[in-house]
DNA sequence: GAATTGTGCTAAAACGTTTTAGCAACGTGA
DNA sequence: TCACGTTGCTAAAACGTTTTAGCACAATTC
């Protein structure tokens, strides 16, 4: 149905080549009034090159496939938005792929994409895992480019991009400390999450340099889900010492509300909270919820220029191991009570 | 890099048309060791069909698109990952295409996909516009199947699936009333918006049900979004003999809470309020909102069933016109209180 | 021993492009 | 008139599959 090259051509008695060319601009010569002609029947005949045909010669499929915990996380979402905008700019599409946390579902993910249906892959890997390591190889050597973000798996040396965690982390204990708070919990992402121990060792840095020392019985581990902050939220409230906590991203810090409430400690009157992520509805809240923002426009782009660089670049050697990390803001809203 | 059909095939003298009907399990007379060593081979060579050069020939591509306003909004979130999800049990990859409420964009979007990369189109489409048509029509000329989610443009006959909102409106409004509320306030979608006017009406059917007529004072426009909410809110917790409120979607909800907090008449305890499509955050706020909870998962199932039956059914011809809606369901929380 | 059937494969075309090498026709300068 | 350059195009290969038609040989039947 579709019309195609050899339409064009025959219609207008001209080789297939010659259409190409002038429709792809090469530097041919060719005498206005016949690329003016092809133009127009172009046109006329809604013609659209084959996207399959073109990427079987070009070996490039002008598709970018983004890898994401959790979709339903509106900081991924964001995230995705913004790639997505982006790439466009750049005419490449993005393909969206949600692994539910599941390390299998990355790696099985990983497989699929290889079969040359993308040109790179932006990932935030679910954890740590040997498998990983040998896959990610095995994208790599067939010339899929690869950055990760947010979170980093140890032990490939792939471009990686994200937040400055570990400054983000200072940036929520330092506020807490300025307000007065001495006794403050931190609920930290999965314990094998690079990007979580650097938030609690950013806390626990801002503390220190105020002469506070976070021992092990306050912190807790998550998942940067809802129901361990939740959890750790209920355990916490029971501590009539603590203050103040930190959670290490906005969903578990929702958790916490909860918690609090629950327990007749409400945030932002007895208990003082800090989020991490900034996620749209932390300022819908009732209280609404200090938190440390990411920067997401600015990583989703920078990833974006990363592989795109680096498909561009064509020699395939990974920019060296870093793409750089960009540093987070707090917003400062109503859930951190003053102490006298 | 990458190994082919041919260097599995010569590395065995055999032809890349055996190597070819073996892996994909063509009937075809092939004794079991010849099969064996050419599926270990495959295995070894980590063998992957180049997925470009199978659809150039079979004009498939086994890639679907979700257009969806905006990623942002959780709503779209779970439906693009319950499609996703059910997308990839039938082996199809999702192409996501967030569009920012842009009918321009809707239709950029349905021009690109038209290049052969998709094999079918799943659109939550912005608004009313006479190029839809044209563009649609094109579309599907092409061969590539669109589903209509959510909401319909007119005009153009091809399969819809949706949440029954009129019905939603009904459980909302026969909920209130249920609860003893006779004076209850509704704040609407966007005027020109089909959903939430059968929403609407829905609701004012049960009050009618009820013998409590719903008077146009009683009625707040507002755009789905979060500060529309917040307005209708705080005009609404002023008005002494209002009791309860129905917001047309959870988004605007959390705003009612936020003035009605503000105003002194929070919510669950004086003011009771009724949401509608059951976002995730919905039952992590202090007072869980009650809400009409949209069947997601069944609207995603089924349009990507439709999308694919019609892909598969090849002739072509839509599904006449509708593909069914789907009713939604209460879920019960603590935003309404009982009146005496 | 010829005819028939079955087995295990292959050749070749097709899909719709891009790209490289080069050809025919014309014009120009000497 | 010949050599040479320029112009406007084309032929053909290549990309990696799928698919159709059918071939060569072996085994079986009569």
Redesign the pocket.
Known sequence: M????????QR??????????I??N?S????K???ELVRRTARELN????R???S????RTMNVALIVPDIQNTFFAELAKYVGDYLKTKQYNLILCSTNYDVQDDIRLLRMLRA?MVDGIIGVFTGEDPEYTREIERVLADKIGIVMMDKVVSGVTTPYVGTDNFYGGRLAGRHLVENGHRRIAVITGPLGSVSGQQRLAGCRAALEEAGVTLDASMIYEGDYQYDTGYEAGKKIAQREDVTAVFACNDMMAYGVYKAAQEAGRPIGKELSLVGFDDLRFSSMLEIPLTSVRQPVREIAARAVDILLGNLAGGAGEPADGVGGLTPPSLVVRESVVRLA
Chains 1, 2 share one sequence.
């Open positions: 579709a019309a195609t090259l050899k339409d064009i051509a207008l008695n001209l080789s297939a080549a010659t259409v190409s060319m429709l792809n090469k041919v010569r060719i005498p009034e016949t690329e013609y659209h090159p084959n399959m045909a073109v079987l010669v070009t070996k040359q």
